[in-house]
């Protein structure tokens, strides 16, 4: 079973649609958590990290279940800009290194 | 300012060759990294310095070496590259410290071509 596990899309939704991903992790020692995006051929930026009593940034939320062990990021309002693939990315206590799902594909069309 | 800067941006090399790749923040983060990443994968960790010491090698063949000069510079040597190579290395920095939660910034990668 993979670390961090995200159903790996695409996600085909029209501009100004909500779309939510999931994000599921297994190491229970896992620490911090963040979603970054990443376009075509660059670098992941980091969109938000999460935090337990979660977390809005504009058009953008994110939710932490540590029970569950899940993460979520809701966008509303889809914009064509919005097209990228969306990594969660998790950080265990003890590893010293960030420990990334496969990503979402986003594709919002006009 | 949470740039980390890289060169160069694209690179062709051959199987014999020898280069560099190098990585440069000013951030003040002690913490820096490389990645590797395929096209539709997500970066895959190779190695990690630690205030200048390197603290994780995910079992990366000799054929790339990583140097960190100080705190601000990274450097990847590479030496004897197969085709398979051939990706998006990425260099990472971060604090190292728990309260700021490890974010790290990318910088915008260095893609190599191996012939």
């Known amino acids: 079973r993979k670390e961090v596990e995200q159903d790996p899309g695409p996600f085909n939704v029209p501009e100004g649609a909500t779309v939510a991903f999931n994000c599921t992790y297994s190491?229970?020692?896992?620490?911090?958590f963040f979603w970054y995006r990443q376009d075509c051929r660059k670098e992941p930026k980091l969109l938000m990290s999460?935090?337990?009593s979660g977390n809005e940034d504009g058009r953008f939320t994110a939710q932490l279940n540590r029970a569950s062990q899940y993460i979520s990021l809701l966008i509303r309002d889809s914009k064509l800009s919005d097209s990228a693939t969306y990594l969660c990315?998790?950080?265990?206590?003890?590893?010293?290194?960030?420990?990334f799902g496969s990503g979402t594909r986003l594709q919002v069309q006009p | 300012d949470t740039e980390v800067t890289q060169t160069p941006k694209h690179l062709v090399m051959g199987m014999t060759n020898k280069k560099s790749l190098k990585c440069e923040q000013h951030?003040?983060?002690?913490?820096m990294y490389w990645y590797k990443q395929k096209a539709k994968k997500p970066p895959e960790l190779m190695f990690v310095?630690?205030?200048?010491?390197?603290?994780i090698n995910e079992s990366v063949p000799s054929r790339f070496s990583p140097e960190c000069p100080n705190s601000s510079l990274l450097n990847l040597h590479l030496h004897a590259l197969q085709p398979e190579d051939s990706a998006l290395y990425l260099c990472?920095?971060?604090?190292?410290?728990?309260?700021?939660?490890?974010?790290?910034?990318f910088g915008p990668g260095t893609r190599l071509t191996v012939l």
């Open positions: 990472a920095s971060s604090q190292t410290s728990e309260a700021t939660g490890y974010t790290q910034y």
């Open positions: 190491n229970s020692a896992s620490q911090s």
């Open positions: 999460v935090y337990s």
């Open positions: 990315v998790v950080w265990v206590t003890g590893r010293r290194a960030l420990t």
């Open positions: 951030m003040g983060h002690r913490a």
């Open positions: 310095y630690s205030y200048e010491k390197l603290s």
